[in-house]
């Protein structure tokens, strides 16, 4: 019942596109900076910014929303292909990390003293004699 009135209300209505999403992130990290800054400017200006992506949300005037996007989009094409390695990046980033967190459970990790290469080895067996792939240097740690 409530979740057809909510399919209703948004039918025709413009949605998120990529200026939505940039004047949310915008408006976030402008939020985030008064909490340093305490600047009361800064804030109205990020809530100006919010409010504004929610007004281009439940925009019926797709046409018009849809020249702003494109506009956007052809000022922002140079630097989003940089943007985009940024974000992959920081997406790598936790992926590893999350991924590492979960393979401490059963592998110890080491650096090896010659190359400084990560090495993983399996966790429960005393003291081990490790040997480095890369440069085929040995030590003994506790897995």
């Known amino acids: 019942m409530f979740r057809d009135k909510m399919v209703r209300f948004f039918v025709g209505r413009n949605g998120v596109d990529q200026l ?8 976030l990290i402008l939020m985030l900076a008064t909490m340093f800054t305490h600047s009361a400017v800064v804030y109205l200006i990020a809530l100006a910014m919010l409010g504004y992506s929610y007004f281009r949300m439940m925009s019926r005037n797709i046409s018009k929303r849809y020249l702003e996007n494109q506009r956007y989009l052809q000022i922002t094409d140079r630097i989003r292909p940089t943007l985009n390695r940024i974000e992959n ?22 650096k090896c003293p010659g190359c400084k290469q990560k090495l993983r080895v399996p966790k429960g067996h005393g003291k081990i004699e490790i040997t480095c792939r890369r440069c085929s240097a040995k030590f003994i740690r506790k897995s």
């Open 89 to 110: 990046g920081i997406q790598s980033f936790v992926r590893n990390m999350s991924d590492r967190a979960a393979a401490r459970k059963y592998y110890r990790f080491y």
């Open 20 to 27: 939505g999403k940039a004047t949310m992130w915008l408006s």
